[in-house]
């Protein structure tokens, strides 16, 4: 029997924000480990309890239980169960989001809020048990640590995600080109983003809008008759859209983390993040920061930016991302493992 488990829904070293955290979480444990270590990944099983009852058969063929597991989001209540009576250590990653909120952003862009999970009180009761038996909840942002506590986890603690530091850092475009890189669900925030572009009304600047599913926003540029957006969709080399923007933006509603915000303060971008996304604890220069869901608000800091009544230097966006290589952030996962 794996001394180390580590179970998730996501798909380990995927190109995306969950991905590039599995891959840097189980990294960590296996250097715990060794050859000890069983890495689980159930992506294409049904949600929301598919990946917990693949991971459960997977526990009652064996008998003896390893001596930690790590859970990375997702549902698996009825796994972690099996573990704790069986006398292993549990820690989960939880990226939580503020469920009201993310309802009324679904409600907004008259789409279903369509998790059962969170909706049925018998399933909500499900999976907050989860997380209410792990030995210590781990949580990449103070915002998702007091969701947590909320849910009556006693155990919480902060381990922000990190980044890779990329060698060489290339020059801000002369002409000014804002960004946003991430995927398109409603709690991105992105109808606040359109809308501020709207109010602004550039002529002579760009706003690029990347990753999966942004190349279906085009009703709602039309919606706040938004223009210069290009809608760029998946990309390949994230390089290519934090390299051509003067500033990235982070408008989510709510968001447990988000990577790019250290992507592109690692390659000397600035960035504009809303308080509803919880790499904003990150951003030491606070005037950076804008309320999340104010359109308003959020154009006139684009607005100071461009005129450079708001500036942070490359080199002071950079240091910032230095704080949170992954080499330190595995560091503090394997302390927080060998302290249990």
């Given at each position: 029997?794996?001394?180390?488990?580590?179970?998730?829904?996501?798909?380990?070293?995927?190109?995306?924000?969950?991905g590039?955290v599995?891959?840097?979480?189980?990294?960590?444990?296996?250097?715990?480990g060794?050859?000890a270590?069983?890495?689980?990944?159930?992506?294409?099983?049904?949600?929301?309890?598919?990946?917990?009852?693949?991971?459960?058969?997977?526990?009652?063929?064996?008998?003896l239980?390893?001596?930690?597991?790590?859970?990375?989001?997702?549902?698996?209540?009825?796994?972690?169960?099996?573990?704790?009576?069986?006398?292993?250590?549990?820690?989960?990653?939880?990226?939580?989001?503020?469920?009201?909120?993310?309802?009324e952003?679904?409600?907004?862009?008259?789409?279903?809020?369509?998790?059962?999970?969170l909706?049925?009180?018998?399933?909500?009761?499900?999976?907050?048990?989860?997380?209410?038996l792990?030995?210590?909840?781990?949580?990449p942002?103070?915002?998702?640590?007091?969701?947590?506590?909320?849910?009556?986890?006693?155990?919480?603690?902060?381990?922000?995600?990190?980044?890779?530091?990329?060698?060489?850092?290339?020059?801000?475009?002369k002409?000014?080109?804002?960004?946003?890189?991430?995927?398109a669900?409603?709690?991105?925030?992105?109808r606040?983003?359109?809308?501020?572009?709207?109010?602004?009304?550039?002529?002579?600047?760009?706003?690029?809008?990347?990753?999966?599913?942004?190349?279906?926003?085009?009703?709602?540029?039309?919606?706040?008759?938004?223009?210069?957006?290009?809608?760029?969709?998946?990309?390949?080399?994230v390089?290519?859209?934090?390299?051509?923007?003067?500033?990235?933006?982070?408008?989510?509603a709510?968001?447990?983390?988000?990577?790019?915000?250290?992507?592109?303060?690692?390659?000397g971008?600035p960035?504009?993040?809303?308080?509803?996304?919880g790499?904003?604890?990150?951003?030491?220069?606070?005037?950076?920061?804008?309320?999340a869901?104010?359109?308003?608000?959020?154009a006139?800091?684009?607005?100071?930016?461009?005129?450079?009544?708001?500036?942070?230097?490359?080199?002071?966006?950079?240091?910032?991302?230095?704080?949170?290589?992954?080499?330190?952030?595995?560091?503090?996962?394997?302390?927080q493992?060998?302290?249990?």
């Amino acid at each position: 029997m794996t001394d180390y488990l580590y179970v998730t829904a996501d798909v380990v070293g995927a190109e995306t924000g969950g991905g590039i955290v599995t891959r840097n979480e189980s990294d960590a444990l296996r250097a715990l480990g060794g050859e000890a270590t069983t890495v689980l990944s159930y992506p294409n099983e049904p949600r929301p309890w598919g990946a917990d009852d693949a991971a459960c058969r997977w526990l009652l063929e064996r008998d003896l239980p390893p001596k930690l597991a790590h859970f990375y989001s997702g549902t698996f209540t009825n796994a972690i169960g099996i573990l704790k009576r069986r006398g292993c250590k549990v820690t989960y990653t939880a990226a939580a989001h503020d469920i009201n909120v993310s309802r009324e952003e679904h409600e907004k862009l008259g789409l279903p809020f369509d998790y059962p999970h969170l909706t049925d009180p018998e399933q909500w009761e499900r999976y907050v048990r989860g997380y209410q038996l792990a030995d210590v909840v781990i949580c990449p942002s103070t915002l998702s640590k007091r969701i947590m506590e909320s849910y009556g986890c006693k155990n919480v603690v902060v381990i922000p995600h990190g980044v890779d530091l990329p060698s060489t850092v290339k020059s801000r475009p002369k002409r000014f080109a804002a960004a946003y890189l991430g995927q398109a669900g409603p709690d991105k925030g992105l109808r606040y983003l359109l809308e501020a572009w709207a109010k602004l009304d550039y002529k002579d600047a760009l706003l690029t809008i990347a990753g999966y599913g942004t190349e279906n926003l085009l009703p709602l540029v039309r919606q706040f008759d938004s223009g210069n957006v290009y809608l760029r969709g998946r990309v390949d080399n994230v390089d290519e859209v934090y390299d051509a923007c003067s500033v990235l933006i982070q408008p989510s509603a709510s968001e447990g983390f988000g990577c790019e915000v250290l992507e592109a303060l690692a390659r000397g971008r600035p960035v504009i993040c809303s308080d509803g996304a919880g790499a904003a604890d990150v951003i030491s220069d606070r005037r950076f920061i804008v309320p999340a869901r104010n359109a308003r608000i959020l154009a006139e800091m684009i607005h100071r930016v461009r005129l450079g009544e708001l500036f942070m230097s490359p080199e002071d966006a950079r240091a910032i991302a230095m704080e949170y290589p992954w080499s330190r952030i595995r560091e503090w996962y394997q302390y927080q493992w060998r302290t249990l």
